[in-house]
Nanobody, 125 residues
């Protein structure tokens, strides 16, 4: 599956952005889709994930209550709605998908075989 991430940009602290991750080549059916981010000089970290079947969602503690992950089955797209953004949310955001991710492994970037290109999110103070 090929992934296309979009929606990044520059926003002031407290603002909102919505990221999109669209699949091509096949549907997300049976996949777990994750959002990760990487700030300069830091390791890539898990942000949020969703199981396409059932729509179960998962969040990093740092974004819980501010970010919402969702899916549109008709558009074969996963969204990450980011609200109450903070300067520390500044990073390149990546979406990833894997057919074999399980609950214990889905927060690890090494679990995912399919990655989209990153999209830059910059939050100014």
């Amino acid at each position: 599956v090929q992934l296309q991430a979009s929606g990044g940009g520059l926003v002031q602290a407290g603002g909102s952005l919505r990221l999109s991750c669209a699949a091509s080549g096949r549907t997300f059916s049976g996949y777990t889709v994750g959002w990760f981010r990487q700030a300069p000089g830091k390791e890539r970290e898990f942000v949020s994930g969703i199981r396409w079947s059932g729509g179960y969602t998962y969040y990093a503690d740092s974004v819980k209550g501010r970010f919402t992950i969702s899916r549109d089955t008709a558009k074969n797209t996963v969204y990450l709605q980011m609200s109450s953004l903070k300067p520390e949310d500044t990073a390149v955001y990546y979406c990833a998908a894997d057919a074999n991710a399980i609950l214990s492994s889905m927060r690890r970037s090494s679990t995912y075989d399919n990655w989209g290109q990153g999209t830059q999110v910059t939050v100014s103070s």
